[in-house]
């Protein structure tokens, strides 16, 4: 079987471009990762999404453990041919959800129990656990289990957060054992302190990944704090490794992590937004249920060649979006996530080419000029 790989093609300053080969095939990079939360990026069919450019999916090891369970998928085959998607998986380890959309749970050093949010019964989830799920699903790339930190944290809960993540990246990478054309991701903790963030990529990599993540940003600091953890936390990761930025977010956002050296990013902004009417385009977001499109004929953007440009205008999506229909979840997701890759190409090119801060000008002008509406 062929192994887990990465490679750099060319670089941009601190930007960079190339590939992940694994034995489902290659991940250019940067990547975008569209989310498959239950096993299914939502309004979408699996041909679509690799049609936009996708090479890889994120599927979430909270929701699936406990909906339809990790050893029913693995019964019916693992988690690819239970979605019908054949090229690579990441999944997350479960500890943002269990932090995020579980009021009734209780963490020690072992791990998290924690009552579910679907029918109210009573898992625990350790280090040991998601790493045993997330074989089950059989991922391809699989992140150590680690506690996301919320913002704001005073240093001293920061600190404790950070180490008790530290040890389960430990465990993690015990549990995840030798499995050859698989991948284990460690997480970068520490909030928003340098001195922090330092400690743990070192501690990270005394364990030893194959990739690695900077955790706990984007948790509500803002896009400015971000960037400024970003400006120094991926130069502490190592240079020859995937670097991924969890939750990773908005066009801008994509941009400035690209810039500051980020190789994989992933969100659920691009299918959400698309099913709640709004369209990302490059002159920026448009609104469709807003009434000034109503008897619109253009495309959402003549420039795009995804179906829903190709095919319907902005009067016709205004409509099945106020009607609900589902056609305009499909749509509006299917344009969404194809400006997304596309915004990719586009940055995985300019860094090929040498001129990504040309390709960063004109993408910040174009959206500064755009008639866009108000959210």
């Known amino acids: 079987m062929t192994g887990f790989s990465f490679r750099i093609d060319a670089t941009d300053g601190k930007a960079r471009t190339g590939a992940i080969n694994t034995p489902r095939g290659e991940i250019r990079t940067p990547a975008f990762m569209p989310v498959g939360t239950a096993a299914t990026v939502k309004a979408m069919l699996p041909e679509n999404v690799r049609a936009t450019g996708a090479d890889i999916l994120l599927g979430n090891t909270y929701h699936l453990m406990l909906r339809p369970t990790a050893e029913r998928i693995d019964r019916l085959g693992g988690l690819h041919r239970f979605m019908n ?18 009021a009734l749970r ?4 072992e791990g998290v129990r924690f009552k579910s949010h679907i029918d109210g019964s009573t898992h625990h989830l350790t280090p040991e656990r998601s790493m045993e799920i997330q074989r ?15 913002f704001p944290a005073d240093e001293a809960t920061a600190r404790r957060s950070m180490e008790l993540s530290m040890r389960w990246a430990q465990r993690s990478r015990d549990a995840f054992g030798d499995r050859p054309g698989h991948a284990l991701f460690g997480i970068q903790q520490g909030s928003v302190f ?13 364990i030893g990944f194959d990739g690695y993540a900077v955790g706990g940003l984007a948790v509500g600091e803002g896009q400015e704090t971000m960037f400024e ?17 969890m939750g990773v977010g908005k066009p801008d956002d994509i941009v400035g992590a690209v810039e500051r050296g ?15 009417g709004q369209a990302f385009t490059r002159h920026g977001v448009i609104n469709i249920k807003n009434a000034r499109h109503m008897d619109d004929p253009r495309p ?38 194809h ?24 993408f910040h002008a174009q959206r500064a000029a755009g008639d866009i509406d108000p959210l």
């Not at 209780?106 to 050093?109: I, S």
């Open 300 to 337: 959402l953007d003549e420039n795009c060649t995804c179906p829903a440009c190709r095919n319907y205008s902005r009067g016709y999506l205004h409509h099945v979006m106020r009607a609900g229909e589902i056609i305009s979840s499909m749509l509006m997701t299917w344009h969404n996530l």
């Open 136 to 150: 089950l699903l059989g991922s391809d790339i699989v992140m150590a289990f680690d506690e996301c930190t919320p």
């Open 229 to 245: 953890v970003l400006d120094y936390a991926p130069d502490m990761l190592p240079q020859d490794k995937p670097r991924y930025l």
């Open 262 to 276: 980020i190789d994989m990013m992933d969100c659920v902004l691009p299918s959400r937004s698309g099913r709640t």
């Open 106 to 109: 209780k963490m020690t050093e």
């Open 339 to 362: 400006y997304y890759q596309e915004l990719m190409q586009g940055l995985r090119d300019a860094i090929a080419q040498g001129r990504l801060q040309a390709f960063v000008a004109d």
């Open 85 to 102: 998607w054949d090229r690579p998986i990441l999944t997350d380890s479960g500890g943002f959800q269990v932090m995020s959309l579980t």
């Open 194 to 206: 340098r001195d922090q963030r330092a400690e743990s990529a070192e501690k990270l990599q005394a």
